[in-house]
């Protein structure tokens, strides 16, 4: 940031502010999608004869537009927003506690190297799957209450801390808040999968080009993303599926493994069903991450200007605590030399 501001640099935890800063922006726009795709990913369809239904909401959604209608007609605008609170924090905490851990990690490698050299792609890539796994088992609580009050039914709303008690007061007790944790740490592998699509569909669709423009980047980006999204998108079901209240057909009983919700839902619905969601799911990907783009180089623009005023404020308070020790001491003076 030097080189553009003539500032000095941000310190690891004023890039991790300025990135969660970024995330929260662009999760925050794009926020009605993330209801939609969870709502959409925890029901089940229901079989003639079933006694109860088989999910936590009387309605069935059977894409995103018809999601966003139903939602709007029975719960209003707000219900688009159910949960956003919880969900901020959490895209904030999990976002700082990345790229904190990130750093940590990365320059305890670079000072366990013999010869300080930057990392390769691959160790980045580890570096980033070990960030994201520290940084899950901080913030996953967030992410099991966010998740049970997207999917709460109309009349069933609950806060933030009325939801975590819930969660507490089950059966799982206090291990219920990181309940999903297993499938969380076999996500991070999803970044991994992103570049190494990006790679290897730039040399099938731009053989030999080594710059390329704008477009051509957004538009291996978005293919790359899709593909990672596609690969683990029966994880991120399962996640969901261990986060969120138990079905009513299951009498309260909540899964053991995401195995287990994939098993559920495959008997139910099919393996496709395991897929379900995957539209909004690409959608608010893509624009998270190309919002997540435009955001964060200005946040640690603006981040880096503060940190420098508030620098600059600290000094000038020092300089008067010196001015005013050294005025105190010339009155003193003459009095010990007298």
């Not at 975590?164 to 991070?188: F, P, Y």
């Not at 998270?288 to 783009?293: E, I, K």
């Amino acid at each position: 940031m030097a080189n553009k501001t003539g500032l000095p640099p941000l310190p690891p935890w004023g890039n991790a502010l300025a990135g969660a800063t970024g995330a929260v922006i662009a999760n925050a726009i794009v926020y009605p999608l993330d209801i939609v795709k969870t709502r959409i990913q925890v029901q089940v369809k229901s079989k003639p004869g079933d006694e109860a239904p088989l999910t936590t909401n009387s309605h069935h959604y059977t894409s995103t537009v018809d999601a966003i209608q139903k939602i709007l007609a029975d719960e209003g605008l707000l219900g688009l927003y159910s949960g956003i609170n919880g969900s901020l924090i959490g895209v904030a905490s999990t976002n700082f506690a990345y790229f904190y851990w990130y750093s940590v990690i990365r320059t305890l490698y670079l000072s366990s190297q013999k010869v300080p050299k930057p990392p390769g792609t691959a160790i980045e890539l580890g570096l980033g799957a070990a960030a994201g796994a520290v940084a899950q088992v901080f913030t996953i609580p967030v992410a099991v209450i966010t998740t049970r009050q997207q999917t709460q039914p109309k009349g069933d709303k609950k806060g933030l801390l009325d939801t975590g008690r819930e969660v507490i007061n089950s059966e799982d007790g206090w291990t219920g808040l990181w309940r999903g944790l297993k499938a969380s740490l076999v996500l991070v592998v999803n970044p991994a999968i992103t570049y190494g699509a990006y790679q290897r569909l730039k040399d099938v669709i731009f053989p030999g080009k080594t710059n390329l423009r704008p477009w051509e980047a957004f538009l291996l980006g978005a293919m790359s993303k899709s593909l990672a999204t596609i690969a683990t998108q029966p994880l991120i079901v399962a996640k969901v599926g261990l986060q969120s209240r138990p079905p009513p057909a299951r009498q309260g009983k909540p899964f053991e493994s995401f195995i287990e919700v994939m098993k559920y839902i495959v008997d139910n619905e099919g393996p496709l069903a395991l897929f379900k969601g995957i539209t909004p799911q690409i959608v608010k990907g893509l624009l998270v991450q190309g919002l997540l783009m435009m955001t964060k180089e200005r946040m640690e623009i603006l981040f880096t200007v503060l940190f420098a005023h508030l620098r600059r404020i600290r000094a000038q308070q020092l300089q008067k605590v010196a001015d005013l020790a050294g005025s105190s001491a010339k009155k003193v003076l003459p009095i010990i030399t007298k």
